[in-house]
């Protein structure tokens, strides 16, 4: 136990004798943090609309102003003269409407006008959000002029009334925001562990501990503890700092969270020890554990896309994944807040896990220490 | 003609381009880094991001247990974005399922809908949507919402004298109804991977670049060789523009690669002028590796270069629109993309490929990306012989 403490306090020593791993360790999460919960989101607003207006009459006036007024669109000037998707193509708008001539006559008639939308579908999930919005919009403009609601059925059979749950205000950073607390500590714990123990590779001072009396556990475990210190600090800047920008409040019972945390911790740390006994080069073991570590926690642990999306020949990798259980666990702990009865699987997931590539580890060093 | 191929040959810059070309063709690690990694990213980039909205899990509490409420629960469930999950007895237990995540969406008929339904009354339904993923439980909203109105107008159409009168009175002297014709352009299948490839593209040329830029440039650094090329009576800039050559050539191999991986596993077409792309192409290398010599100006070793590289490269790729959408982003940051050179470079891709946009719409991007290639090159020129002078 001794020899494990003094092997951690050796190992903080040197960490924040060195100041661009200090800084890294500690603002970089941050960065990376205010960044992911801020520029990734889902929920456009302000999507760019050219409108082109043949018809210039009172109701294509009204309906522009609609679309003026929803939060959705932002209506920008575009030349009569000049061919609207040109705005499409360049990239200046997103959205062309065209009003065609006799919109407002056929109206007054009993007829069916139609404005046209022409919607820039690369991006094919806003596009089919954008298509929701066109059409609920101009239903309601319909209705509100004093008109059937379009398929002139008059009474409705059926209406559903829908309710959302847990995040009324379809707010998207109450989905990221737990997200990226979860990436951003599965990607720097690990790197830090993974740094020191290469290095320690690299510059052979490994061969100094091999000949000292501590035993192969004691030295990762050393090592591991160290790493966790800090990672704990890193997670607690983090989520002052999800809890201060983006407003984010536990919802329920946090015991799971905390539990998981330190389940969670402990397999990061533990993964980059592995990769530091495995890769005895720095360059290398930050490659390694960068792209493992980003790659797998940023695309397949369902941080912007539900996992269920993911064709089955692969998904089954996100099981593997830490990170995931770590977001299911952070987004229950924040938005949902059901506590340990749908939880308790998580934690004990990322300790097994943690379990492992700590064995992995020992399995390397005592192998090396013979 | 021929003296000006003697003089071409007889540049200084020659022999050094030769000796970086061989010098990485000599190095197989590199290659291999080169191909593997970009291909793997862009497959799992394709297959992962994917925001599709299919096989909802639906609870289902069926108080009614009529034909027409079963009906209503077939509706959801022929239309493949939903499936039923469990039924449940009450809408206690439906929350708590839901509230363990075991459901995505719920789905509750009261006891008096058939009887509603009878009275020719208008019945409603309750549908519960597990918010916390605010983007599939938008879309999902608008599925629901297009399934209840396809019902409405297949109960109407058969058995509806009602909706045949007020045919009649909309069509004498009421006024008509509005709707909105909407097209989806270029991509009307909404294929979502096609906006992720042509996204991913970019950031893997900027970063393959930069990754690869600043390791070259800091190799000879570490080995002390710099100083030996400084002996030689080779210019900083000759010195530069000599590494890049070659690093340049061996990363359009990326695009290459990228766009056949692009084509045969995802489809995504090339509708615009395949030579326009290359050359946007490279001149997006060109920008990724002045960030790369840039920051190794900054660092003695490897490993420094690339804990440096922990602070440009995730704001590069996140603040670019290349795989979310700009409008996403709060509205003081969608201008700060502008200074970055992925941006332009999925503007031109998608602008090429998808929209088959020509140089006369896309010369903006363009023009912007030359800026950037030459500013960012000419800068880590200028540091790097202030560092050595």
Known sequence: MKRIIAQARKELTQTFRDRLTLTLALVLPLILLALLGTAISLSVTGVAVVVQDFDRTQLSRDYIDALKASLTFRVVPWPLNRRAEEALTSEQARIVVVIPEHFERDFLRGGQSEAQWLIDAVDANTANTMRGQASSLTNAFSAQHGAGNGSSTGQAAIKAEMRMWYNPGHDSQQFIAPGAFAIVLALFPPLLAALAMSREGEQKTILQVYVSSISAHEFLLGKIAAFFVIAVAEWALALALAMGLFGLRFAGDPTPLLVGTACYLFCSVSFGVMVGAAIPNQASAIQAVAGVQFLLSFLLSGFTFPISNIPAGIRWISALVPARYFIELARDAFVRGSGWTAMWHAPTILALGGMFFFFIAWRKMRHMQM | ?389
Request: glycine content about 8%; aromatic content about 6%.
């Open chain 2, 1 to 389: 003609m021929k003296t000006l191929i003697v003089n071409i040959r007889s540049w200084r810059i020659w022999p050094l381009f030769m000796k970086e070309l061989r010098q990485i063709t000599q190095d197989k690690k590199l290659i291999v880094s080169l191909v593997l990694p970009p291909t793997l990213q862009l497959i799992i980039f394709g297959l992962a991001l994917n925001p599709e909205v299919t096989n909802l899990r639906l609870g289902v509490v069926d108080e009614s247990r009529t034909a027409a409420s079963r009906e209503v629960v077939s509706a959801f469930v022929e239309s493949r974005s939903f499936r039923v999950g469990d039924y449940y007895s009450s809408p206690d237990e439906l929350s708590r399922a839901m509230r363990a995540g075991k459901l995505d969406a719920g789905l509750i008929v009261p006891s008096d809908f058939a009887k509603r339904r009878d009275r020719r009354e208008t019945a409603s339904v309750q549908l519960l949507l597990d918010a916390v993923d605010s983007n599939t439980a938008g879309i999902a909203q608008g599925y629901a919402a297009r399934i209840i109105a396809a019902l409405n107008q297949r109960l109407a159409s058969p058995s509806g004298q009602e909706s045949v009168t007020l045919k009649m009175e909309g069509s004498s002297g009421r006024r008509g109804s509005i709707a909105a014709r909407i097209a989806l352009l270029y991509n009307p299948g909404l294929e979502s991977t096609w906006f992720i490839v042509t996204g991913v593209l970019g950031i893997l040329l900027v970063l393959n670049g930069s990754l690869i830029g600043s390791a070259s440039m800091v190799k000879e650094k570490e080995l002390g060789t710099v100083e030996q090329l400084l002996m030689t009576p080779a210019q900083a800039s000759e010195i530069i523009a000599a590494k890049m050559g070659p690093l340049c050539l061996l990363l359009s191999l990326d695009i290459a690669l990228a766009l056949v991986v692009g084509y045969t596993v995802f489809g995504v077409p090339v509708r615009g002028s395949l030579l326009l792309l290359c050359s946007a192409g490279m001149l997006c290398i060109f920008a990724g590796i002045g960030i790369g010599t840039f920051v190794a100006t900054f660092s003695r070793s490897q490993q420094q270069a690339q804990l440096m590289g922990f602070f440009v490269n995730p704001p590069l790729s996140m603040l670019s629109g290349a795989t979310t959408p700009i409008e996403a982003m709060p509205g003081w940051m969608q201008p700060l993309t502008l200074l970055n050179p992925i941006r332009h470079f999925s503007t031109i891709a998608r602008g090429i490929m998808l929209k088959g946009a020509g140089i006369d719409v896309l010369y903006p991007n363009l023009l912007a990306l030359l800026c950037f290639a030459v500013a960012l090159v000419w800068i880590s020129a200028w540091r790097f012989r202030k560092q050595l002078g």
